[in-house]
């Protein structure tokens, strides 16, 4: 019974994330989120206690909703998983949907930045390696610029999104990544290090 329950919020979590990404918070439909999970009522709010329960839920899950690239800690990981997340926002519905509720959290009524936060720490360990590998400029504050990437990143993603439904979003950090390292890194390292957007598949959604 336990798995089973463990199982069925799953479930209701995947189809909340289809259905906020699609139609965001307010038009959104509990009845339609039961429907594409196939649970009922009942079983909904055992899990959750209201639909805003639920988009908090789904914004607070998007960290957990991906496994990050393998490989050493650094600078390169830290672009390689920039990439690769670039491509999870292509595909991956319970990330974009999180990543949707958290930019229009202040129109449903959150006011918690825990999800850029999260992203920010993820960061600011791959800069803090970077930093004792000598990948970085002497000066650099990894805690504010690990800050200033997830904000970077969050407009660049919302602009792709608006202009062409995620399709050139790799591309997109990729430039971000070109201008950027030539403020963060002595010009050895970023002769070293690989920006290479065509590895991650593209696909509008």
């Not at 690769?84 to 449903?108: D, H, P, S, Y």
């Not at 959150?110 to 920010?120: C, G, I, S, T």
């Not at 993820?122 to 805690?143: C, H, K, M, P, T």
Request: net charge negative; hydrophobic share 45%; proline share 4%.
């Amino acid at each position: 019974m336990q798995q089973r329950a463990v199982e069925t919020r799953q479930l209701i979590l995947e189809a909340a994330a289809e259905v906020f990404d699609e139609e965001g918070f307010k038009a959104a439909r509990i009845t339609e989120i039961m429907q594409r999970s196939g649970t009922t009522q009942g079983a909904l709010y055992f899990h959750f206690s209201s639909k805003m329960d639920l988009a908090r839920t789904v914004m607070l899950a998007q960290r957990d909703s991906v496994v990050l690239p393998p490989g050493p800690d650094g600078l390169q990981r830290l672009i390689d998983t920039t990439l690769f997340l670039a491509r999870e926002l292509q595909t991956n519905k319970l990330l974009r949907a999180g990543v949707r509720l958290a930019v229009e959290q202040e129109e449903i009524g959150f006011h918690d930045d825990a999800p850029y936060r999260d992203w920010a720490e993820v960061f600011r360990g791959q800069l803090a390696a970077a930093a004792s590998r000598g990948e970085l400029r002497n000066g650099v504050d990894v805690d504010r610029l690990s800050l200033l990437l997830v904000g970077c990143y969050t407009g660049v993603q919302h602009f792709s999104k608006v202009s062409t439904r995620r399709a050139d979003l790799p591309e997109r950090i990729g430039d971000l990544w070109q201008y950027m390292l030539l403020g963060i890194a002595p010009p050895q390292v970023v002769a070293e290090m690989v920006v290479n957007p065509q590895m991650y598949l593209r696909v509008a959604g």
